[in-house]
């Protein structure tokens, strides 16, 4: 089973603030996770990638995994206007060719 | 950054018609991917090439073929388009160290009436 869960929002939330960005998974033996960021009328770009669990920083993102609790997360600090977008969570088992995706969820910051 | 282009950009056709969408990169990447994208369904795989010649099937393959002939180019056929495949169209290729994440191509609407 491949199933992956994420909240379609839409979240609002004013300049500034931290976001928190989550997906949920059934498959234990995903080891490959990411997050798409998605414009408007664009196609996904990877914003971040991990392996198995831990955290990875880049600027204002973080990525978490825990994969005890199959759930990973994507912080935004100091949250900007540009960063409203669809947000999309990714998976990947070790030796398959497929990603499987959540549904996203679409972030909206407002000045 | 990989370079992927998709062509049309943008289709309206009517029902019955055959339509095909080309996905051409010019990295030599093996492996590439057709997606749809639709409200309430997120991005779902159609088709995935593992080489030329070589292809296989995703979650939501029924209506559409491939074909690979050649590294560059992967093509998408609907043989006669229903208005349920009414979508955003996107190519992907795998991309990273480990080839393990994946590249978008811009992506092709197309509307059927």
């Known amino acids: 089973q491949k199933e992956v869960e994420q909240d379609p929002g839409p979240l609002s939330v004013p300049e500034g603030a931290i976001v928190s960005l989550n997906c949920t998974y059934s498959n234990s033996a995903f080891q490959y996770f990411m997050w798409y960021r998605q414009y408007s009328r664009k196609g996904p770009e990877l914003l971040m990638y991990t392996y198995s669990s831990g955290n990875k920083e880049d600027g204002r993102f973080t990525a978490q995994v825990d994969k005890s609790s199959k759930y990973i997360s994507l912080f935004i600090r100091d949250s900007q206007p540009s960063d409203s977008a669809t947000y999309l969570c990714?998976?990947?088992?070790?030796?398959?060719?497929?990603?499987?995706f959540g549904k996203g969820t679409m972030l909206l910051v407002s000045p | 950054d990989a370079g992927i282009t998709q062509s049309p950009r943008h289709k309206v056709t009517e029902t019955g018609t055959p339509v095909t969408l080309r996905c051409h990169q010019t990295e030599n990447h093996r492996y590439m991917y057709w997606y749809r994208q639709d409200p309430g369904h997120g991005l779902r795989l159609i088709h995935y090439?593992?080489?030329?010649?070589?292809?296989d099937k995703g979650e939501v393959s029924d209506g559409y073929s491939v074909s690979r002939s050649k590294t560059e180019d992967f093509l998408l056929t609907l043989e006669s388009a229903t208005s349920s495949q009414t979508s955003v169209y996107f190519c992907a290729i795998n991309q990273g160290r480990d080839q393990e994440t994946q590249y978008f191509g811009p992506g092709t609407r197309l509307l059927v009436l």
């Open positions: 990714a998976m990947k088992m070790s030796g398959d060719s497929t990603l499987t």
């Open positions: 090439s593992y080489g030329v010649k070589d292809t």
